[in-house]
């Protein structure tokens, strides 16, 4: 099969062309070590820092606060390999729907002595009452994606940060406050200093830039690195830092921005646009205050995972769950019941995500074949 049409862009997108081209421009013409002395290691730190202070002013934070990762997975370790180092253990909060990178992690901390609490967020969204509720004298941090990965609602981060700070002031206690920002970023307008948050991950490759590649945001000094050897990324990552991905991450990050407002008005099209051709199934997704990037739908009462292999069959790609994780599926359906979806509707569940290059043509083509296909198969 070789036309197959990409619904699946949440899970990754392709690498522009112009992210492609720098990449192998810088691969082949900075050949030195960003940490070596002479000519050509000075020129790849150059280079280096150039693109940090750029992806930096995207972001609105200083290029101090910039920390490249291998992607948000490794960026959310670092941030919670803290806590189970950590002389003693302490209470966590956490949404249910979190990327299994901060779940699983949070579990480690479980075993360690560490009482944690685990939000539901019924319709998508955390409750401000259940946060307040769950905050106690022993509450150390407390993480919150900002673009949910499944369903695409945006959480009221900022608001949840100034809960936690006010809570903190009567503690006199830090307690951390994390966001899993992954599809915000070149997606959604935002300002980490408005959120006013302690750290935030991100991974190039949800805004078409190359995989294996991320960012930590940090303004926490108490943060420590996940390993020791070089004084890389000021001691906070060690290892030679991939040179090529970066510079390609923040190609990718310039045309997102340039062109951020023209995206999501045509992208807000297909999605409203499938919202009603679909309207006859059940829309998993919020109506407001969600990311137009993601519109996950029901095909009950067939099962997610045969609707999906039936749709690539017809030339469509698209996902059952978060492609996150070897047990996708499950993940993305226990997401779906910590938001009070039913079990059927979550058994059932399918995401379609665009990119950039999604266009209108694209998503009638796809309307037209869920609605043949369920027809079919119902």
């Not at 941030?79 to 180092?85: D, F, G, M, R, Y």
């Not at 919150?144 to 959480?155: A, D, E, P, R, Y």
């Amino acid at each position: 099969m070789t036309d197959i049409l990409y619904f699946d862009n949440a899970a990754t997108t392709a690498m522009s062309k112009q992210a492609l081209e720098t990449y192998v421009s810088v691969a082949t013409n900075y050949m030195g070590n960003p940490s070596a002395l002479h000519k050509e290691g000075l020129k790849a730190k150059a280079l280096l820092q150039e693109k940090r202070e750029s992806i930096a002013q995207h972001l609105g934070v200083q290029a101090s606060t910039l920390t490249f990762t291998s992607g948000a997975t490794e960026a959310n370790a670092l941030v919670l390999n803290n806590l189970i180092w950590a002389p003693q253990s302490g209470h966590a909060v956490l949404s249910n729907i979190e990327h299994p990178s901060m779940k699983e992690h949070a579990r480690i901390l479980r075993q360690l002595g560490w009482s944690l609490t685990f939000l539901n967020a019924p319709h998508g969204f955390v409750n401000l009452e259940d946060v307040q509720a769950a905050l106690t004298e022993k509450t150390r941090f407390v993480g919150c994606m900002l673009v949910n990965n499944v369903v695409g609602s945006i959480q009221n981060v900022g608001t949840l940060v100034s809960l936690v700070r006010e809570y903190q002031k009567k503690s006199n206690r830090k307690i951390h406050f994390h966001t899993d920002a992954v599809q915000a970023l070149g997606k959604i307008p935002f300002s980490l200093t408005e959120l006013g948050v302690d750290s935030a991950s991100f991974s190039a490759h949800k805004f078409k830039g190359p995989q294996g590649v991320g960012l930590l945001y940090n303004i926490d000094p108490a943060l420590q690195p996940l390993s020791r050897g070089g004084n890389q990324e000021n001691g906070m990552r060690p290892g030679t830092e991939n040179l090529a991905g970066i510079a390609a991450m923040g190609t990718a990050l310039d045309e997102a921005f340039a062109h951020l407002e023209e995206n999501s008005q045509r992208v807000e099209k297909i999605n409203h646009f499938l919202r009603s051709e679909l309207s006859f199934l059940p829309i998993l997704s919020p109506s407001e205050h969600a990311s137009p990037y993601i519109l996950t739908i029901s095909v009950k009462p067939l099962p997610s995972e045969v609707f999906t292999r039936m749709l690539y069959d017809r030339g469509f790609c698209v996902s059952s769950g978060s492609a996150c994780s070897n047990n996708a599926k499950q993940k993305g359906e226990s997401v779906l019941t910590s938001m009070l979806v039913r079990s059927d509707e979550a058994k059932s569940s399918v995401r379609l995500s665009f990119g950039y290059d999604t266009t209108f043509a694209e998503a009638e083509s796809l309307a037209s074949t869920i609605k043949t296909l369920y027809r079919e198969l119902t």
